[in-house]
Antibody
């Protein structure tokens, strides 16, 4: 079965670092870009960017560039999203999703179950 | 403020038809980029509902359909059912941002 399984919920303090994961099953991990999407509490979806696990090429949304780092380990079929210094405003659910390259605009399917990140002092 | 604009909410009685609009601009939908739609049931991850404006993935009921014209797109739900109560998001690409973009989401309520 094609699926993305994300790591569990995290509770951190401001200033701490964090790395969450997204493990791929049932498809060629190096054959697709993986996208990351943020959903703040009670809010909509925000596109953060994408990573290609084969060569770790990354593309970041202007809103997230410099704020987070994407990485991938093709030996374990796992993509990662990390922060070096968390802020309270980073509290959100983070989703990973497999990217399909459309004729014009890519779409995302399937999605991971999401990782809830809570940053509070 | 989302790049793509959706109404915050729409509602309808069971069996009725509802539509959700998604309005963009000349740097995204109007530039010819396709639109995709996702359904997010309460407390769950988004799920692909429509891709390439009007194609349905396997398993998505035929009562869901999409269309695109000019700088806008629409999602229609015909024969509304209680299980369709969810948030719906449109998504495309913006060439000015060089980034994927989402609409702000529309909550569908079944009366």
């Amino acid at each position: 079965e094609v699926q993305l399984v994300q790591s569990g919920a995290e509770v951190k303090k401001p200033g701490e670092s964090l790395k969450i994961s997204c493990k791929a099953y049932g498809f060629s991990f190096t054959g697709y870009w993986i996208g990351w999407v943020r959903q703040m509490p009670g809010r909509g979806l925000e596109w953060m960017g994408i990573i290609h696990p084969d060569d770790s090429e990354t593309r970041y949304s202007p809103s997230f560039r410099g704020q987070v780092t994407f990485s991938a380990d093709k030996s374990t079929n796992t993509a990662y999203l990390q922060w070096s210094s968390l802020k309270a405003s980073d509290s959100a659910i983070y989703y990973c999703a497999r990217r399909f390259r459309g004729a014009t605009a890519p779409w995302y399917d399937p999605w991971g179950q999401g990782t809830l990140v809570t940053v509070s002092s | 403020q989302s790049v793509l604009t959706q109404p915050p909410s729409v509602s309808g009685a069971p069996g009725q038809r509802v539509t959700i609009s998604c309005t963009g601009s000349g740097s995204n939908i109007g530039a010819g980029y396709d639109v995709h739609w996702y359904q997010q049931l309460p407390g769950t991850a988004p799920k692909l509902l429509i891709y390439n404006n009007n194609d349905r993935p396997s398993g998505v009921p035929g009562r869901f359909s999409g269309s695109k014209s000019g700088t806008s797109a629409s999602l229609a739900i015909t024969g509304l059912q209680a299980e369709d109560e969810a948030d719906y998001y449109c998504q495309s690409y913006d060439r000015s941002l060089s980034a994927g973009v989402f609409g702000g989401g529309t909550k569908v309520t079944v009366l």
